[in-house]
């Protein structure tokens, strides 16, 4: 193509998503960046925790051309997920659990996996036969918001997050790679500056550094990905996030003067938006499938879900939510009774102590017996 034809086509490929309903776009050539091989230091130092899945494809990672060999370009789309509700850091009750914003609503790879197979074939469309291209939303092999960075759409920010100065950081990041040329945006400067507002409110400290997240400490990861027991140390940190975490996000000063979206795919289900704790602990594994169906949620399944919301009510400190832990206890899987004899001790401490004791005669998974003798060991009569 011409660069007159060059221009046309980007220009043509960047209204119709804006048409889509994408927020942002932006063009990258396909290059191998600095972020690639920080990536592979990123691993080797185990900050993927146990997301094994983030070590496949290595070579895909590093170089798209691996992914469509004759790859020239990358079209990144970004969609702001910004509601007009509070944030997590400007609610107070304790007795209620707080859901990650992003899956307040149904799960955005299909809705935004149809939109980029729209924007694909309006690129075959305009452009001359033999046109090649593989659409990923947050599931391929591609180092997204390094191409996002590189398109333009927005900046690496300390909190590891890509941030737009629009739209901050509530973004939903797709991608189409292509082999045709398209006309390339420049990256934005990084606007974080001296500020380390996300790195000092990390309740973990799992902000290590500046741009580098260990998701072993991470409560997005600990109450998403990781499928075992919560370190114990870590629980009292988690406080009510019961399936991932806002706060290095809420904090950041572009948040605040954020731009919301009105887009009713992104507004909270009845009753997840800040959701009775009590009301939580009951799902059976029905509810949970009914209630969670086609949300981001099921991904930590049901007895992930439960652990964390035994966590969550362990840290609220209001008794009245004994109850509620103490038929906990006699949950099917050992995995939430471990919790639950947790949550138990940390309401009640020593009161705890006859309960826990009439469980453990009774109790005979290994797993959750190691828990409720370490906490009996740990109680003062």
Not at 81 to 108: C, F, L, M, Q, V
Not at 117 to 136: D, F, M
């Amino acid at each position: 193509m011409s660069s007159m034809d060059i221009d046309a086509v980007t220009k043509s490929v960047k209204d119709k998503a804006i048409e889509l309903g994408f927020d942002i776009v932006g063009v990258s050539p396909v290059n191998t960046f600095p972020e690639n091989q920080f990536y592979k230091e990123w691993l080797a130092r185990g900050f993927a925790g146990e997301m094994s899945y983030m070590e496949r494809n290595p070579e895909k990672r590093e170089n798209i051309k691996n992914i469509l060999p004759d790859a020239i370009s990358v079209i990144s789309c970004g969609l702001n997920y910004n509601t007009d509700y509070p944030y997590s850091i400007d609610e107070s009750d304790k007795t209620r659990g707080w859901i990650s914003r992003y899956a307040w609503g149904d799960d955005y790879h299909d809705y935004i996996k149809n939109k980029l197979l729209l924007l694909e074939k309006h690129v075959s469309k305009i452009t001359p036969q033999g046109v090649r291209s593989k659409a990923y939303v947050d599931t391929g092999p591609v180092l997204e918001r390094v191409y996002a960075k590189y398109s333009g759409i927005g900046w690496y920010g300390k909190n590891t997050c890509l941030i737009n100065q629009d739209i901050g950081s509530w973004i939903f990041i797709g991608e189409i790679i292509t082999n045709i040329e398209l006309e390339y945006d420049n990256p934005v400067p990084d606007r974080c500056g001296t500020c380390t507002m996300c790195i000092d409110a990390c309740p973990t400290d799992a902000l290590r550094e500046p741009y580098v997240l260990d998701s072993n400490l991470c409560i997005s990861y600990l109450t998403i990905e990781l499928k075992g027991k919560i370190p114990i140390r870590l629980r009292d940190k988690i406080d009510n996030n019961i399936y991932g975490c806002d706060i290095c996000q809420d904090v950041c000063p572009w948040n605040r003067k954020a731009e919301v979206t009105e887009n009713p795919y992104f507004t909270p289900r009845a009753g997840l938006y800040n959701p009775e704790l009590s009301y939580l602990s009951q799902l059976t594994l029905n509810d949970f499938r009914n209630l969670f169906k086609n949300s981001p949620v099921k991904r930590a399944k049901r007895k992930g879900f439960i652990r964390n919301v035994m966590v969550a009510i362990g840290n609220s400190g209001n008794r009245d939510l004994v109850p509620y832990v103490v038929q906990t206890l006699e949950d099917e899987d050992p995995l939430v009774r471990a919790h639950a004899a947790w949550a138990l001790w940390k309401l009640q401490g020593k009161d705890a102590y006859n309960i826990l004791t009439e469980h453990l005669n009774l109790e005979d998974d290994e797993l959750v017996r190691e828990d409720i003798e370490s906490i009996l060991a740990d109680i003062e009569l």
